[in-house]
């Protein structure tokens, strides 16, 4: 069983599932992508942490990291170990006091704990073949899919809707989107922000 490491290049818009988000994962090293479509609550669980963003309450995510860090509990690994009918399942390879333990787990939630214990991410070389033989053209069917690191990407007309406003007037929005639990709003501030500085 042949395991490659992956790294989270991005997260965009999904064009052709409304409401969904691709989540590609590209090998260490090489050029290989593996693109998960996830839900739009994962994706904004996985951006938070990537982004460094304080929600206002714990995540879901976060309730698990802080329920494994009180009793011990370690992730030392993520394994996405299947893909089926167009399904990737994953596990996440937990340890507790020596003792390793696979737990069978949805791939979007799994990286999203993933990230938070900077566990890294493996697939089997085997998936990697299969699942990259995506053309090209199939993964550009996604809005916003690109290569670039962003976590979400916007076009130059979206900057146009924030130009009204002040650094200062944005900050403030910035907080009340954490406070209000809108993380997707949150990190297209966050963007503009970085973008003015």
Sequence with gaps: MQKIRLDIKGI??????????????????????????????????IAVELEKMVPSRPLTHDLFRAFSH?????????????????????????????????????TSDAIAIGVRFDAPI????????????????????????????????????????WDIFATEELEQKLVEALDNEDYELASKIRDELKRRY
């Design 12 to 45: 965009a818009y999904s064009q052709t599932q409304s409401g969904s988000y691709v989540l590609t994962l590209q090998e260490v090293g090489g050029l290989r992508k593996l693109p998960i479509v996830i839900g739009s609550f994962e994706a904004q669980a």
């Design 70 to 106: 009180a009793f011990a509990v370690n992730i030392k690994e993520i394994l996405i170990y299947k893909f089926k009918e167009g399904v990737f399942f994953a596990k996440l390879i937990c340890e507790q006091n020596g003792v390793v333990t696979e737990i069978d787990s949805r």
């Design 122 to 161: 493996y697939t089997l070389g085997s998936i990697l073949d299969e699942v990259s033989g995506i053309s090209p053209s199939t993964l550009e069917d996604f809005e916003g899919y690109d290569d670039e690191n962003d976590i979400f990407e916007q076009d130059e007309q979206a900057h146009s809707e």
